[in-house]
């Protein structure tokens, strides 16, 4: 169930529930179009879709939700139906950042697409130096910057230093602008002037040769993730205990942490759409803040629970600087309050559609949508 079949005239694609970002991408490619997606190859585009749908193109053409124009549905009464905005809208409503796994198993998806063109890609990346100014002024860039610029805010330290010996932070930056590299280099200009940065990448390339320059493959093993929402350029003093926290990551051995804080670009055509107008809630922000720890399990048991105790006490610290909620597609185990998190004002109307369409509650799982309230 991978395939992908681009309607030309309509403006369309219809996906299989099985397909991957990777098949997406090479059924794509022939039409020069595209329908905003995620950056990992492996990824699903089902679960992409149903949970909201993050990408580097999402400030410029939306969601992934926000892009999906119906979607064929098995329920649990065993019918097959279609979810548009003219047939079932309560439930097209609902799975449009609340159906994986909820509502019914999703055997087809068909997008709105849009014609793609030569694009402009950036990669920074910094050691040591004035963090706090560099966090700063990259997430102003974004925040302050045009609907066509997307980009991932990476920090870390070496992780397997112990907790008594903090280091100087990595931080590096990537992203897509859907523009000429000139601009892209004026929009750099007051983040280097802060500091240069040690290795830079500024280029104009073919859109799916960019979108290859920044695909980033899911890390195997096991990991464990907390995640929130940032309004406007996160205040110094969130800055400041976020760079705290990340020098005290008791590190994993056997794992070197990809990154233990991202930042991701947010809002613009995001938040173009109401709170209430799909069941994904989180028009209101303009960075997406995510912490995590992940580790192979060979490693020490002791560390790996330091490493989950420190997660914990992370997020608990960041709570003053965010907003509130937390992304249903960053699924955490241990949130509080997870249906107001994930869902917000929504939850009350979500119970209601499944009441509706699953009442006996068959689709069910730890953080799965109730049947009452």
């Not at 910094?126 to 910057?145: E, F, K, N, P």
């Not at 750099?188 to 040769?209: G, M």
């Amino acid at each position: 169930m991978r395939t992908v079949s681009v309607d030309p005239a309509a403006g369309t694609v219809t996906v299989a529930g099985g397909a991957s970002n990777t098949d997406v991408g090479a059924g794509l490619q022939p039409h020069d179009v595209y329908f905003p997606g995620g950056r990992c190859p492996t990824v699903g585009v089902s679960g992409l879709t149903l949970g909201g749908g993050w990408g580097m193109s999402c400030r410029h053409l939306g969601m992934t939700c926000d892009n999906l124009l119906a979607t064929d549905v098995v329920t649990a009464g065993g019918e097959i139906v279609t979810a548009s905005a003219t047939e079932h809208p309560d439930l097209f409503w609902a799975v449009r950042g609340a159906g994986g796994g909820n509502f019914g198993v999703h055997t087809s998806f068909t997008y709105k697409v849009a014609p793609v063109r030569d694009v402009s890609v950036f990669s920074l990346s910094w050691s040591g130096g004035d963090t706090a100014a560099l966090v700063d002024g990259i997430m102003r860039m974004q925040v302050a910057g045009p609907r066509e610029l997307g980009l991932r805010l990476n920090l870390r330290s070496p992780s397997r230093l112990p907790r008594s010996q903090p280091a100087a932070l990595n931080v590096d930056t990537v992203g897509l602008y859907w523009g000429a590299p000139a601009e892209m280099e004026a929009l750099l200009a007051p983040v280097e002037q802060i500091q240069a940065a040690d290795a830079r990448t500024v280029a104009s390339q073919s859109f799916w040769a960019a979108r290859e320059f920044l695909s980033a493959t899911t890390p195997l093993g096991t990991y464990a993730v907390k995640s929130g929402f940032v309004r406007g350029p996160m205040a110094s003093a969130g800055i400041t205990t976020m760079l705290e926290w990340i020098t005290t990551m008791p590190g994993v051995p056997s794992r070197e942490q990809e990154g233990p804080t991202v930042l991701y670009g947010w809002g613009a055509k995001v938040n173009d759409v109401a709170p209430d107008a799909t069941a994904f809630v989180h028009r209101n922000a303009d960075l997406l803040f995510k912490c995590e720890a992940i580790w192979a399990p060979e490693d020490d048991p002791n560390l790996i629970a330091d490493n989950l105790d420190w997660l914990e006490g992370y997020h608990a610290a960041m709570q003053p600087h965010l907003s509130g909620g937390a992304y249903q597609n960053f699924p955490d185990r241990t949130q509080a309050d997870w249906p107001h998190a994930y869902y917000g004002e929504n939850f009350p109307r979500l119970v209601e559609v499944k009441q509706t369409w699953d009442p006996d509650n068959l689709f069910r799982f730890p953080q799965s949508i109730p049947v009452t309230l």
